[in-house]
């Protein structure tokens, strides 16, 4: 299911406890509604499936900053 860029959901977004998003110095959030990331990071855990986001969009996949958008 295709997640809305809202603010609801900016602020529901685990970002800031991701490894891969802190390890890689990655920018920007709710890589699920926006895409992956223009910056291509390393692997280093995944917290997208504890995501509110995730749970109420009922999300497949994680590492949207790798694999890109939930279509």
């Given at each position: 299911?295709?997640?809305?860029?809202?603010?609801?959901?900016?602020?529901?977004?685990?970002?800031?406890?991701?490894?891969?998003?802190?390890?890689?110095?990655?920018?920007?959030?709710?890589?699920?509604?926006?895409?992956?990331?223009?910056?291509?990071p390393l692997m280093k855990g995944c917290v997208c499936m504890g995501?509110?986001?995730?749970?109420?969009?009922?999300?497949?996949?994680?590492?949207?900053?790798?694999?890109?958008?939930?279509?």
């Amino acid at each position: 299911m295709k997640v809305p860029m809202t603010p609801e959901n900016k602020k529901m977004c685990l970002y800031t406890t991701c490894l891969t998003y802190s390890h890689n110095g990655l920018r920007g959030r709710l890589f699920c509604a926006t895409g992956k990331s223009e910056k291509t990071p390393l692997m280093k855990g995944c917290v997208c499936m504890g995501c509110p986001v995730f749970i109420e969009y009922k999300l497949g996949g994680y590492y949207f900053c790798i694999r890109g958008a939930e279509e």
